[in-house]
């Protein structure tokens, strides 16, 4: 397992060079930080699936010693390894940069990052080669551009569930997202590995 | 004997083609060709071998163990050398020895790069700058860094030029001065199996038609030749496949002994080489 999961650093050691470029572009352009936070949390974990979409990846990895489920196992595990050290280096940089940041901010960009990669990690496994990262790219671009005003929308059309949202105290809500973007999270985890053990290469 | 690999009444189905009912043994300590046309169901077998594919039916064993419950156990024992490369490509023989090492329990990085050095493989260039040949070589040498005791190739000499698979197929009988080895490679170049094999498996359209010594096969089959005139019902019942033509037939046998007593000295029976078995079990004679 933990091989796997030290692949992707061997594997992406060039990309990992653009990482620091790509945070301090977003940093100095003034991004909100949770936005920062987000695309730092998203950037190894992703790259790793669009590595892995290739069938002659899938090929080498189930001829060697590996279970379909510890591959499985390895992508969900490595990419909330990754999404915190991605996290941990923006931290770094941000103080760096002299910019604020909240514990909040951390907190909505490991959700939103959750959230995503619950839905992505398993189209990984369903649609075809070659179009998924375009797939994904796409949603996520899309998501970014039409997610918040759909919530603002939202939160204007339906006061029931502001007025639902404001009545809970702030610990409930904090434990609440968290449940709910687990269990989202291990669903998701649980289907790829159905969705995987039953492919062939 | 003991057999590394087993298969049981294997079958697979596919739109338009399948691997039916399919029983096939390889034993320990031996070379064995796997041949059979493009689309004859190699691969297909191969991959249901390594647990690519699951098959419809049927059982599959290799050291005696199921994958369903031994799957690491079996592959730490394998080693593997696909028809196209399988690593990543961007990547350079070092990186690809720290992705892959690890994953066995016998790596021996002192053995890799020995091999390294052996097959004259550069390590910080890039695998997509590799020629097939040396990607072949790499594979290789990744499987006998983690001594494999079963090496499966599919097809590992197509596309490589007449030198290259000779020093492949010589590297293969070198790997073989270790008798606990087995290697089950698949081919459709017939003249492989003639340098290198000890056993010979024919498959054709899913079917496995033979599982043979390569001396049994030498002994078995034969090419008979003579007078068209020759032949009528009877006759033919000792022959597999008969091409006619105007200058006389020529046909297989399976039955040498029958075809002696039958024909006596009116007939050629002359050694049938791998490709002229391949040639009449596939029928291809009925199409010409």
């Known amino acids: 397992m933990f091989n796997l999961i030290r ?16 945070v301090a572009f977003f940093i100095m352009m003034g991004s909100h930080p949770a936005l920062t936070f987000l695309v730092a949390a998203i950037f190894i974990p992703f790259n790793a699936f669009f590595y892995d979409e290739k069938a002659e990846t899938n090929i080498l990895l189930n001829s060697l010693p590996y279970t379909r489920k510890t591959i499985i196992a390895s ?12 996290i941990g280096v923006t931290c770094l940089a941000l ?10 901010d951390i907190a909505i960009a490991s959700g939103l990052f959750f959230v995503f990669a619950s839905f992505t990690f398993p189209l990984f496994y369903i649609l075809k080669p070659g179009y998924i990262s375009t797939v994904v790219m796409l949603s996520f671009l899309v998501l970014a551009g039409i997610g918040p005003r759909t919530v603002l929308y939202l939160i204007d ?10 009545s809970l105290s702030m610990s409930v809500i904090y434990t609440g997202s968290t449940l709910i973007v687990m269990f989202l999270y291990v669903i998701s985890w649980v289907f790829t590995t159905i969705v995987y053990q039953r492919k062939a290469f | 004997m003991e057999h590394v690999v087993e298969l049981k009444n294997v079958t697979k189905n596919f739109k338009g083609f399948s691997v039916e009912n399919m029983d096939l043994q390889v034993k320990k300590g031996f070379v064995t060709g796997f041949i059979g046309a493009n689309g004859a169901g190699k691969s297909t077998t191969i991959k249901m071998i390594m647990n690519l594919l699951k098959p419809d039916a049927g059982e599959v064993k290799v050291f005696g163990l199921d994958f369903k419950t031994h799957e690491k156990e079996i592959k730490e024992r ?3 050398v696909y028809d196209s490369n399988v690593f990543y490509e961007g990547m350079n023989l070092k990186d690809i020895k720290r992705v892959v090492g690890p994953a066995y329990k016998q790596w021996d990085d002192h053995l890799f790069y020995q091999y390294v050095e052996q097959f004259e493989l550069p390590l910080n260039k890039s695998l997509k ?7 072949m070589k790499a594979s290789l040498a990744v499987a006998l860094s983690h001594r494999a005791e079963l090496i499966i190739m599919d097809e590992p000499t197509a596309g490589l030029d007449p030198i290259f698979r000779r020093e492949l197929l010589d590297l293969l009988q070198e790997i073989m001065i270790d008798r606990n080895r087995t290697i089950f490679f698949s081919t459709h170049i017939t003249t492989d199996l003639e340098r290198v094999a000890d056993y010979i498996a024919f498959i054709n359209k899913g079917e496995l038609l033979f599982n043979q010594s390569m001396l049994d096969v030498a002994d078995n089959y034969a090419l008979v030749k003579g007078s068209v005139e020759l032949l009528d019902r009877d006759t033919e019942k000792s022959l597999l496949h008969v091409h006619r033509a105007s200058t006389g037939f020529e046909a297989l046998t399976d039955n040498i002994q029958a075809v002696k007593s039958m024909f006596g000295d009116s007939v050629v029976i002359e050694r049938a080489s ?3 078995i391949m040639y009449y079990m596939k029928g291809g004679m009925q199409h010409v």
């Open chain 1, 95 to 104: 103080l760096i940069a002299n910019t604020s940041y909240t514990l909040t």
């Open chain 2, 274 to 276: 791998m490709e002229d």
């Open chain 1, 7 to 22: 692949r992707d650093v061997i594997l992406q050691k060039w990309q990992l060079i653009i990482f620091i470029p790509c």
């Open chain 1, 75 to 86: 992508r969900y595990i490595g990419a909330i390894v990754y999404m915190g050290l991605g």
């Open chain 2, 78 to 80: 394998i080693g593997f």
């Open chain 1, 157 to 166: 059309k339906l006061p029931v569930i502001t007025d639902f949202i404001n």
């Open chain 2, 129 to 135: 700058k590799f020629s097939k040949g040396m990607q």
